[in-house]
Structures are given as structure tokens and as C-alpha cells.
């Protein structure tokens, strides 16, 4: 059984950092590209980052790009995402989530449960 | 960057009924477009992939249609568990955007 499990999420004062890591088990974690996507309360989703099999290639959205920063240990099966510089419009339901091929480029079949980060002085 | 549109933003509908929610996107995506369900307190679920392909398990009420930049998703019977948002997505080399979302509910 697939599970992603994610952790680090937390109220956090504007200006400052956390780190989200995502636990991945019951599939071959360097087989397929992996994605955090976010939702903000009460507000629909909004892809934030996706990084390929082997790390090799990566993207941002617009809203975070040069703040937030995707990275996966293979060895550890788990994804991370550091968040620098957070603002109040970061807060949200952060999901893990596993795409359906290696280059991320398909659909997204599997998703965590999410962890909230709370931006707020 | 694209940009996605989807409509009506919520409908209400009795069981039975036929359900029918329009995605556009701001260029052509050929058929690189996505449909998610998700209900009240959990994560979302892929129902359809590359515009009309069925995920496994997923039931044959479920369908969608459409190329490059109109898409359409269909509910052919709605059933008290299809209450839902909706969300379309399209990907572009490991570039995704998400519709606004179609909230769906009982008449």
C-alpha cells in the first residue's frame, strides 16, 4: 500500500523558515517524479513544486520560485521542501504527492494527507 | 504561464441527473489535461487522465472529451457520493496549474 506521510508543518512567523519532509513507502520511490501541491483554507489547489525521479529537473511556481526549494533523498525515500521567507499567503494544507511516471509529465495518483503550515505573527 | 478557467464555479443537481463541467485553458494543451475529484476533509483523487482516460477503478460514470484548449467532464448519473469538488489540471514539462474548482451538490 502506497502511504506518503508528511511532517514539519507549523505556525511560523512571516519572515521565517521551515522545512516539510514527505515519508514515501509500499512503491519504488525512484521510480517516479514527486510534487507538493498546497491548499490554502477554504480555497481550492495550487501546484507548487515538482521535482523528477533523479532530481535532474525541477519546477516552481511562479508564487514561490526563489523562496521555496524541492529536493528528494532516494536512499531515504523522502521528499523535502524548504521554505524560506515565508508570508501569511503561504499558509495552507501542504500535500505530498506521487506522479504517475519518472519525468513528471502526467497525472498525479497518489497523495498524502497533508501537513499545515500556519504563517502568521 | 497557463492559465485555467473552469465553469460553473458550483451547481446543484438531484441524483440521476447528468452533470456537465467545462475547463478552458489560456493556449493549447493538446490533450495534456487532468480531472480530480476531491470531497469535503480529504485529498483529492484522479478520476481522468490525458482527457478522456479513466483511472483504474474509477467509476464508467465518470468521462471526459475535448482537445487543446475546451474540455469537458461528465457525470452521465450524479450519486449522493459524487459530492465533490471538481478541479481540472493540465501539465507542461513539470509545469501544472489547477482549475479554480466546480463545487457539486445535491438539489
Known amino acids: 500500500e502506497v502511504q506518503l506521510v508528511e511532517s514539519g508543518g507549523g505556525l511560523v512567523q512571516p519572515g521565517r523558515s521551515l522545512r516539510l519532509s514527505c515519508a514515501a513507502s509500499g512503491f519504488t520511490f525512484d521510480d517516479y517524479a514527486m510534487h507538493w501541491v498546497r491548499q490554502a483554507p477554504g480555497k481550492g489547489l495550487e501546484w507548487v513544486s515538482g521535482?523528477?525521479?533523479?532530481?535532474?529537473?525541477?519546477g516552481y511556481a511562479d508564487s514561490v520560485k526563489g523562496r521555496l526549494t524541492i529536493s528528494r533523498d532516494n536512499a531515504k525515500n523522502s521528499l523535502y521542501l524548504q521554505m524560506n521567507s515565508l508570508r501569511p499567503e503561504d499558509t495552507a494544507l501542504y500535500y505530498c504527492v506521487k506522479d504517475r511516471e519518472r519525468y513528471g509529465n502526467y497525472y498525479f495518483d497518489q497523495w498524502g494527507q497533508g501537513t499545515l503550515v500556519t504563517v502568521s505573527s | 504561464d497557463i492559465q485555467m478557467t473552469q465553469s460553473p464555479s458550483s451547481l446543484s443537481a438531484s441524483v440521476g441527473d447528468r452533470v456537465t463541467i467545462t475547463c478552458q485553458a489560456s493556449q493549447d494543451i493538446a490533450n495534456y489535461l487532468n480531472w480530480y475529484q476531491q470531497k469535503p476533509g480529504k485529498a483529492p483523487k484522479v478520476l481522468i487522465y490525458?482527457?478522456?482516460n479513466l483511472e483504474t477503478g474509477v467509476p464508467s460514470r465518470f468521462s471526459g472529451s475535448g482537445s487543446g484548449t475546451d474540455f469537458t467532464f461528465t457525470i452521465s448519473s450524479l450519486q449522493p457520493e459524487d459530492i465533490a469538488t471538481y478541479y481540472c489540471?493540465?501539465?507542461?514539462?513539470?509545469?501544472?496549474?489547477f482549475g479554480p474548482g466546480t463545487k457539486v451538490d445535491l438539489k
Open positions: 521535482i523528477t525521479w533523479n532530481g535532474g529537473s525541477i
Open positions: 489540471q493540465q501539465h507542461d514539462n513539470l509545469l501544472f496549474t
Open positions: 490525458d482527457v478522456s
